[in-house]
């Protein structure tokens, strides 16, 4: 059998969801929605940004770069499920078993690095509104965004490397439903202990670090809300944060629960993982931009220019 990077697996098999045999069309017909759905959201939110004026901000610039992660993030894994739900093959061939694990990296670690810089922004905002315009300029922006997508691309390839240098012997039946480290390494016929521990030190210092971040700017930001002395200030000041607070929190759960224990529950990490690519997603539209009245407004004029509401 042909070997790949000293290993004789080609191929490896999805088993999917834990203790749901049988259930396949009820998955099914519950996820194919949540995934539309992810995919609708956050495209119209891109297109928004991309085409209001008004919305040519640095909020709305990270948060267009937020529905791309959204859109490939949920892409990485989902359509791979839904196709084995409905009975089409489990197989995953060996080079896209380290695609799908680089990208599931590569997109989720963007996540904490955006949310880090979406903290910036808004402390920023908040904490030095007059020279908001001048430190968040377009050049700053581009600059910010495009190292949370290479400090993306370092962090997965570190983690991809340590994975898949290891040889696979066989058994080739991944206990998951897409490929990822917790689920591969046991089927690795050499010592992972290396593999565990720079994997377990590489996703707890990217979160540590950038939830710290976090940590610093909403205190600041907290400070400076609770110095405003109206009302109707604090209240504005604290809606322009309080969805971020929520997305980060739904981010973090996830992190912690999967791989930042000693002796993860396969169960219970499944869960959270089909919440964390599914739902997650698809609320991020949801909590950041389609109750905010500037995004409507934009929706609301892209769907006249083509016929289908009447303006207003």
């Not at 089409?88 to 680089?102: E, G, H, P, T």
């Not at 979406?118 to 908001?132: G, K, V």
């Not at 240098?165 to 080739?172: A, D, E, R, S, V």
């Not at 990490?269 to 997650?280: A, D, F, R, S």
Request: with cysteine; net charge positive.
């Amino acid at each position: 059998m042909e070997t790949q990077n000293s290993s004789v697996v080609t191929q490896f098999i999805l088993l999917g969801i834990p203790h749901t045999e049988g259930l396949e069309t009820i998955l099914f017909v519950l996820f194919l929605p949540f995934y539309a759905c992810t995919l609708l959201g956050n495209l119209s939110i891109l297109v928004a940004v991309i085409s209001s004026a008004r919305l040519h901000t640095p909020m709305y610039f990270f948060l267009g770069n937020l529905s791309v992660f959204d859109v490939g993030f949920s892409s990485v894994t989902c359509p791979k499920m839904l196709l084995y739900l409905v009975g089409l093959s489990r197989l995953i061939s060996y080079k896209d078993c380290v695609s799908q694990l680089f990208f599931f990296h590569f997109l989720g670690s963007i996540e904490c690095f955006l949310y880090t810089v979406m903290a910036y922004d808004r402390f920023t905002a908040i904490c030095h509104p007059l020279q908001y315009t001048v430190i968040m300029n377009p050049r700053v922006c581009v600059a910010l965004a495009a190292g949370t997508w290479l400090l993306g691309c370092i962090h997965s390839s570190v983690l991809t490397f340590l994975t898949f240098t290891l040889p696979y012997c066989g058994p080739n039946q991944v206990a998951h439903f897409f490929c990822d480290i917790p689920a591969l390494l046991p089927l690795a016929c050499a010592d992972t202990s290396l593999a565990q521990r720079v994997s377990f030190t590489n996703v707890g210092l990217v979160s540590l670090v950038c939830f710290l971040l976090i940590l610093v700017s909403y205190t600041r930001i907290t400070v400076s809300i609770l110095s405003i002395r109206t009302t109707e200030g604090r209240r504005r000041a604290f809606s322009t944060c309080s969805a971020h607070l929520i997305a980060i929190l739904c981010a973090y759960g996830p992190i912690i629960t999967v791989y930042l224990q000693p002796t993860p529950n396969p169960m219970l990490g499944t869960v959270v993982q089909i919440l964390m690519n599914l739902v997650g997603p698809m609320l991020n539209p949801m909590i950041y931009t389609l109750r905010n009245k500037e995004v409507k407004t934009a929706l609301k004029k892209i769907l006249h220019r083509t016929g289908r509401v009447s303006e207003g």
